[in-house]
């Protein structure tokens, strides 16, 4: 009776592992199937850059597959030149893009560790306590095209990148003349020096976080 036991408890995973198989493919197609029938869809951006024109009325996020401009309010760059840039954190919600390419969701800027005169200085420009950290919120608004062969460079990109999540409508509900076939391409140019210009207004680096990986040309 022991050596029966042994025996079957020896093939009995061999006998199991394909209908576990089958149920775990089952379940992934299910799971894939349940996606299609949402409206909308998911994917992630990593984002290893901004930028915004000289005169602070654009901020700009490049990647691979899509450029983002954003009408930032004021209030972001009164922030950032708060005197305590080097110690900023940042936090993302989960943006949203609808049928018109408009893309909206909320950054968070935020301080944990600081000095007596940093943490003053933050609240001066509007950060406020949120449990240990202090943290300054808005919510940007802009609009996504197709990147063009244009993408910033190891120079113009921060020390570290950020994830971002981004609901899109899913195409299969779409109507055709809102597909993403039909974004339009980024208005981004670049001079023959690399510098890039937005409507005619220059580029500049943001140094959200800590430094740019060079001072040169970022926005102060």
Known sequence: MNNQRRLLLKILPSLLAPAFAGCASRRGEYEEWRESQHSYRYYEEEISSFMATKDSSKLVVMTPSYHYIFSPPKKLFKAL?????????????????????????????????????????????????????????????????????????????????????????????????????????SPIEQAANGILFLVGLPLLIISMTGHCMTDEDCLK
Do not use: C
Not at 85 to 90: D, E, V
Not at 124 to 148: C, D, N, P, T
């Open 81 to 185: 030149n708060a005197g305590i840039r080097h110690k900023l954190g940042l936090d993302f919600t989960t943006f949203s893009v609808d049928e018109s390419n408009r893309i909206s969701g909320k950054m968070t800027l935020f301080v944990i560790a600081g000095t007596p005169e940093e943490k003053d200085l933050a609240r001066k420009a509007g950060f406020y306590y949120h449990g240990i950290r202090l943290e300054y919120s808005i919510r940007l608004v802009g609009k996504r095209y197709h990147a063009s062969d244009i993408q910033v460079t190891e120079r113009q990109q921060l020390k570290r990148s950020y994830q971002i999540k981004i609901q899109e409508p899913n195409p299969k509900f779409v109507n055709t003349k809102n597909s993403s076939s039909n974004i339009a391409m």
